[in-house]
């Protein structure tokens, strides 16, 4: 256990997988004196004090936040905007302002604008997660051994950015601290497109198993599971991360177009040595 809280008052907004198991371990390593958990939904509030994930609950955001000096938005990414705009007024001098979002230029985007000076806006992205959703979803370990990935903008104050390194690391991450737009750019690569794959692959084989009647799931090997798994996750979520991150993912999805086409032509033609050559790279 840390032998001093680093935060007097950690407050979360949003309290599903990421949120919970943030609460989980933060208590668990005595990282904040208080953990405030607010969300709009009565009865996931009601749940997440049930769990005993926070020691105030509250599902006003403009209260939640006063007097914290830390902030993670745990919501989708689609919502920021309107976070931003109600909890700016609210927010104490000193206080580091973070997100767990998937993609990052359009965090810093939503949010900037609204954020007074006297804040640290320091996005924040913990490359951790299961299929699963909602506050019983958390565990305390999810983080143990992940990439958190900070990126802020130049300019922000080096020892808050210190503190929230800390924290992550505190929570079991392992923590880098990257450009926005690189982020979006690296992760379009190594999970948003895979996500998409994952989604169009699973409703190509469920279109296909009305006809196989249960075949495609009764044989599928563990690849397959694997995309199903993936497809489970949080439709909201994706839908927001694929939004907000566009740019990058048209740019890598064309990328990944061409070489599949050209895979297409290769099988078509019979070219094995191209199929060969191929797999060899990646290899």
Same mark, same amino acid.
């Given at each position: 256990?840390?032998?001093?809280?680093? *935060?007097?008052?950690?407050?979360?907004?949003?309290?599903?997988?990421?949120?919970?198991?943030?609460?989980?371990?933060?208590?668990?390593?005595?990282?904040?004196?208080?953990? =405030? /958990?607010?969300?709009?939904?009565?009865?996931?509030?009601?749940?997440?004090?049930?769990? %005993? &994930?926070?020691?105030?609950?509250?599902?006003?955001?403009?209260?939640?936040?006063?007097?914290?000096?830390? =902030?993670?938005?745990?919501?989708?990414?689609?919502?920021?905007?309107? &976070?931003?705009?109600?909890?700016?007024?609210?927010?104490?001098?000193?206080?580091?302002?973070?997100?767990?979002?998937? /993609?990052?230029?359009?965090? /810093?985007?939503? #949010?900037?604008?609204?954020?007074?000076?006297?804040?640290?806006?320091?996005?924040?992205?913990?490359?951790?997660?299961?299929?699963?959703?909602?506050?019983?979803?958390?565990?305390?370990?999810?983080?143990?051994?992940?990439?958190?990935? #900070?990126?802020?903008?130049?300019?922000?104050?080096?020892?808050?950015?210190?503190?929230?390194?800390?924290?992550?690391?505190? #929570?079991?991450?392992?923590?880098?601290?990257?450009?926005?737009?690189?982020?979006? &750019? =690296?992760?379009? /690569?190594?999970?948003?497109?895979?996500? &998409?794959?994952?989604? %169009?692959?699973?409703?190509?084989?469920?279109?296909?198993?009305?006809?196989?009647?249960?075949?495609?799931?009764?044989?599928?090997?563990?690849?397959?599971?694997?995309?199903?798994?993936?497809?489970?996750?949080?439709?909201?979520?994706?839908?927001? =991360?694929?939004?907000? %991150?566009?740019?990058?993912?048209?740019?890598?999805?064309?990328?990944?177009?061409?070489?599949?086409?050209?895979?297409?032509?290769?099988?078509? %033609?019979?070219?094995?040595?191209? #199929?060969?050559?191929? *797999?060899?790279?990646?290899?």
């Amino acid at each position: 256990m840390t032998t001093q809280p680093l *935060f007097k008052r950690l407050c979360l907004i949003g309290i599903g997988l990421i949120g919970s198991s943030i609460a989980l371990r933060a208590r668990r390593e005595g990282l904040a004196e208080t953990i =405030v /958990v607010s969300t709009r939904r009565k009865e996931t509030l009601d749940r997440a004090k049930e769990l %005993n &994930l926070g020691d105030v609950y509250t599902d006003k955001v403009s209260e939640a936040v006063q007097g914290a000096d830390c =902030v993670i938005l745990c919501t989708p990414v689609g919502s920021f905007a309107s &976070l931003g705009e109600r909890i700016a007024p609210h927010l104490a001098e000193g206080c580091i302002v973070s997100d767990v979002g998937s /993609v990052k230029r359009s965090v /810093v985007t939503q #949010l900037k604008p609204h954020m007074p000076d006297h804040v640290h806006l320091i996005p924040g992205h913990p490359i951790a997660g299961t299929e699963y959703s909602g506050p019983d979803a958390g565990f305390s370990t999810l983080f143990d051994d992940r990439w958190c990935l #900070l990126t802020p903008e130049e300019g922000t104050d080096k020892a808050a950015i210190e503190k929230l390194t800390q924290f992550w690391k505190s #929570l079991g991450s392992m923590v880098e601290v990257m450009e926005p737009d690189h982020h979006d &750019l =690296v992760l379009a /690569v190594t999970s948003h497109i895979p996500h &998409l794959i994952a989604y %169009n692959i699973v409703g190509t084989a469920s279109e296909l198993e009305e006809v196989t009647r249960s075949e495609v799931v009764k044989f599928s090997a563990s690849g397959f599971r694997d995309f199903t798994r993936i497809a489970a996750s949080d439709p909201v979520m994706w839908r927001d =991360v694929f939004l907000h %991150n566009k740019g990058a993912v048209i740019e890598m999805l064309g990328r990944f177009s061409e070489d599949l086409s050209q895979l297409q032509r290769a099988i078509r %033609n019979g070219d094995g040595d191209l #199929l060969f050559d191929h *797999f060899t790279k990646t290899h």
